[in-house]
């Protein structure tokens, strides 16, 4: 994340799912790399915003809008305003989910669609080239749609996250000891181009979920078809390289094709354990304690 003070953290409201969305109270202080698919009320963003088999995947916005002929400094254009207006509140979310992973933190984007003015505030900075209004380059589409992938999530939930990678420009996001030694488990690699349709992949870092434990972030972790038509690809480690220091994955290739990769790190709180006595969201009531049903922690259903 393009973010060089702790205090700011990044918070992405990538609201995607039909379960409700959970709203997690901000730290005092946060690492530069970290981010949540949490709700903000305190900076404009709201909750179902990017909706994971609704806005995002489905076309309104990847062919809807041509992301090669979106300029950031031409956002009143014909084309630009032709999209916007077919679904104005759904455009609003996801120009800032873009604008959030393209634009340096300390810029806005903004327009105005009759008497209402939309603003969005940049982040992590992974275009700079884009977001100054050139034509994306290469590095630019694959390294904003990882952004865009590594931020999904199947449930609508909240799950802070620790992005590790670099801009397209190969500027490493910044991260400290601190944030790494709190997001110690290495979750899931995200790579793809939605600009040309090549689609967006994700693959599991250590392995993915089995037996009685479960998390939020399903797409990664539990099942390589739970969050379609994001592809699963198995292990980060067949596809992907690593960079020097072994943190983060810089390439992945699929099909004959690398692209520029971004990695995700996650909390120890944030993998569940049926049998712990608590009964956490994907947990489920049950017969049996398998997967999601955890019967012992839920109870019976019905």
């Given at each position: 994340?393009?973010?060089?003070?702790?205090?700011?953290?990044?918070?992405?409201?990538?609201?995607?799912?039909?379960?409700?969305?959970?709203?997690?109270?901000?730290?005092?202080?946060?690492?530069?790399?970290q981010?949540?698919?949490?709700?903000?009320?305190?900076?404009?963003?709201t909750?179902?915003?990017?909706?994971?088999?609704?806005?995002?995947?489905?076309?309104?916005a990847?062919?809807?809008?041509?992301?090669?002929?979106?300029a950031?400094?031409?956002?009143?254009?014909?084309?630009?305003?032709?999209?916007?207006?077919?679904?104005?509140s759904?455009?609003?979310?996801?120009?800032?989910?873009?604008?959030?992973?393209?634009?340096?933190?300390?810029?806005?984007?903004?327009?105005?669609?009759?008497?209402t003015?939309?603003?969005?505030?940049?982040?992590?900075?992974?275009?700079?080239?884009?977001?100054?209004?050139?034509?994306?380059?290469?590095?630019?589409?694959?390294?904003v749609?990882?952004?865009?992938?590594?931020?999904?999530?199947?449930?609508g939930?909240s799950?802070?996250?620790?992005?590790?990678?670099?801009?397209?420009k190969?500027?490493?996001?910044?991260?400290?000891?601190?944030?790494?030694?709190?997001?110690?488990?290495?979750?899931?690699?995200?790579?793809?181009?939605l600009?040309?349709?090549?689609?967006?992949?994700?693959?599991?870092?250590?392995?993915?979920?089995?037996?009685?434990?479960?998390?939020?972030?399903?797409?990664?972790?539990m099942?390589?078809?739970?969050?379609?038509?994001?592809?699963?690809?198995?292990?980060?480690?067949?596809?992907?390289q690593?960079?020097?220091?072994?943190?983060?994955?810089?390439?992945?290739?699929?099909?004959?094709?690398?692209?520029?990769?971004?990695?995700?790190?996650?909390?120890?709180?944030?993998?569940?354990t049926?049998?712990?006595?608590?009964?956490?969201?994907?947990?489920?009531?049950?017969?049996?304690?398998?997967?999601?049903?955890?019967?012992?922690?839920?109870?019976?259903?019905?």
């Amino acid at each position: 994340m393009k973010t060089l003070v702790p205090r700011a953290m990044l918070w992405v409201a990538l609201a995607m799912g039909c379960g409700p969305v959970e709203e997690a109270a901000a730290p005092s202080e946060a690492a530069p790399g970290q981010v949540t698919q949490a709700i903000e009320d305190d900076n404009g963003l709201t909750p179902n915003g990017l909706a994971f088999n609704g806005l995002a995947f489905n076309g309104l916005a990847f062919n809807g809008l041509a992301f090669n002929g979106l300029a950031f400094n031409g956002l009143s254009s014909p084309l630009f305003a032709s999209w916007f207006r077919l679904h104005p509140s759904e455009s609003n979310l996801f120009m800032k989910y873009l604008v959030r992973c393209a634009v340096p933190e300390g810029q806005t984007r903004g327009y105005t669609l009759g008497s209402t003015r939309y603003e969005w505030p940049g982040g992590l900075g992974l275009a700079p080239g884009w977001a100054n209004g050139a034509a994306a380059t290469l590095e630019e589409q694959q390294v904003v749609s990882a952004c865009l992938a590594a931020l999904t999530n199947k449930y609508g939930r909240s799950v802070l996250l620790s992005v590790q990678g670099t801009s397209a420009k190969g500027v490493r996001i910044p991260t400290t000891s601190g944030e790494l030694a709190g997001y110690p488990l290495r979750e899931a690699c995200f790579f793809g181009n939605l600009f040309t349709g090549e689609g967006l992949f994700v693959g599991n870092d250590q392995g993915m979920l089995g037996g009685n434990r479960a998390s939020l972030r399903a797409c990664a972790l539990m099942g390589k078809q739970e969050c379609a038509p994001l592809v699963h690809v198995g292990s980060c480690h067949e596809v992907c390289q690593h960079d020097a220091t072994g943190t983060y994955f810089t390439r992945c290739t699929r099909g004959g094709v690398t692209y520029h990769a971004l990695s995700t790190r996650l909390r120890t709180q944030d993998i569940y354990t049926c049998g712990d006595g608590r009964c956490q969201f994907p947990e489920t009531c049950a017969s049996n304690n398998a997967g999601t049903s955890c019967k012992q922690d839920c109870g019976t259903c019905g």
